[in-house]
């Protein structure tokens, strides 16, 4: 079973920016969809955006344009640059496949705020 660290999270202002990890202890280049998520207090957790095997992306509404989702596949990482960050940012975030089919790593806190 593949294991997920998600790491980068933090305190950060609003227009700020934070960089996610997201270590896998598996082969992530034989997986046609890796994805970040987030859950915020008294939410669902909610599609952030994904990212093909060849680097095809799709993001949320809601983080086109601010976000941006890449793909080590030789060091077996993921990562979500986060920029302009907003208020609404602030959530827990995590990495699995799309759809999900690994058990779900801790995530990591990103809490925007002024």
């Known amino acids: 079973q593949v294991q997920l660290v998600e790491s980068g999270g933090g305190l950060a202002q609003p227009g700020g920016s934070l960089r996610l990890s997201c270590a896998t202890s598996g082969n992530i280049s034989s997986i046609p969809v890796m994805a970040w998520y987030r859950q915020a207090p008294g939410k669902q957790r909610e599609l952030v955006a994904r990212i093909t095997s060849g680097d095809h992306t799709i993001y949320a509404g809601t983080v086109r344009g601010r976000f941006a989702i890449s793909r080590d596949n030789a060091e077996n990482t993921m990562f979500l640059q986060m920029n302009s960050l907003k208020l609404e940012d602030t959530a827990v975030y995590s990495c699995?496949?799309?759809?999900?089919?690994?058990?779900w790593g801790q995530g990591t806190q990103v809490t925007v705020s002024s």
């Open positions: 699995n496949t799309w759809p999900p089919g690994f058990s």
